[in-house]
Nanobody, 124 residues
Framework: QVQVVESGGGLVQAGESLRLSCTAS????????MGWFRQAPGKEREGVSS????????NYADSVKGRFTISRDSAKHCVYLQMNSLEVEDTAMYYC?????????????????WGQGTQVTVSS
């Protein structure tokens, strides 16, 4: 079965960086668009970034544009989220998700397979 596993979360200070990693197995990785989502306590899950199966299209939430970069490595079945200039408002549980197809939606309902999440906490 499909398995999605995130790693790389942690506690950092504002202005610092983190790189999240996500490994997907049990699927043909190159057939899937991958996305990163986050959910803070008391808030709805929001799309952070997505990357098409070819890697040719990426999307970002306005709140992270210019600070976060998504990438993927087909050989390793991995997708990464490089997060720079982190802000306290970035504190959340970050989830990786997969959807079959090439459209890089930022809508959670479009994704079928989810990881358990990795916590990112940014202190001031």
């Amino acid at each position: 079965q499909v398995q999605v596993v995130e790693s790389g979360g942690g506690l950092v200070q504002a202005g610092e960086s983190l790189r999240l990693s996500c490994t997907a197995s049990g699927l043909t990785f190159d057939d899937y668009t991958m996305g990163w989502f986050r959910q803070a306590p008391g808030k709805e899950r929001e799309g952070v970034s997505s990357i098409s199966r070819s890697g040719g299209t990426t999307n970002y939430a306005d709140s992270v544009k210019g600070r976060f970069t998504i990438s993927r490595d087909s050989a390793k079945h991995c997708v990464y989220l490089q997060m720079n200039s982190l802000e306290v408002e970035d504190t959340a549980m970050y989830y990786c998700a997969a959807r079959r197809g090439n459209l890089a939606y930022l809508k959670a309902s479009e994704y079928t397979d989810w990881g358990q999440g990795t916590q990112v906490t940014v202190s001031s």
